[in-house]
């Protein structure tokens, strides 16, 4: 006859054991989601850098005396572009940005015809569909941050995260450039 308390302690080993090794696999598999849903808001980021010096240029042919927004635009993109620090750091730099833009957007309702123009129509549309994809991946991104920072700082994982560094990661909290989506296709 077998002991009984022998496979207890036995048990009680395999628990102690494998209980660490799940719960750090999944600290690295929600880092991997938190680093994904990243690269998601960067990509889209990225877009929209890309997408201002056009957007520039379209507003500064109808609207020459503007030149303190416009400036100030192309000023904001530039340190945002510049950033590549963490979720806050790059949270700071796209706030100015973010109000430049807006600014930017308010200086164009001023000029029905720019309002008018097809070109910055199409310009003001992608940066509609844009902002709505910053905002998605924002969302999946912080999703995830919340998910990964609740088991860093829940008992028993909590004795994972601390025993192999895993520290709460940061959220990515910055306003989306429009207020709400444009009336794109009608003019003034």
Not at 92 to 107: F, K, M, N, Q
């Amino acid at each position: 006859m077998s002991d009984p308390i022998a496979y207890v302690v036995i048990a009680i080993c395999m628990v102690l054991l494998i209980v660490p090794i799940v719960s750090y696999n999944r600290f690295i598999a929600q880092r991997n989601l938190i680093q994904n849903s990243w690269s998601n808001i960067d990509t889209e980021l990225k877009r929209r850098y890309e997408l201002i010096p056009n957007l520039v240029e379209t507003v500064k042919g109808y609207a020459t005396h503007e030149r303190a927004v416009l400036e100030a635009v192309t000023e904001a993109r530039l340190h945002a572009v510049a950033e590549h620090g963490s979720p806050e750091q790059q949270a700071a730099t796209e706030r100015p940005l973010v109000s430049a833009l807006r600014r930017l957007i308010a200086v164009a309702e001023a000029y029905p015809e720019l309002k008018a123009s097809g070109h910055f129509l199409s310009l003001q549309d992608e940066l509609t569909r844009t902002e709505d994809r910053i905002q998605a991946a924002r969302r999946f991104y912080n999703a995830n941050v919340r998910d990964h920072n609740i088991r860093v700082g829940s008992f028993p994982s909590s004795l994972v995260a601390r025993a192999f560094g895993f520290r709460p990661a940061e959220f990515f909290n910055v306003d989306t450039a429009l207020r709400e989506a444009p009336a794109v296709g009608m003019g003034a």
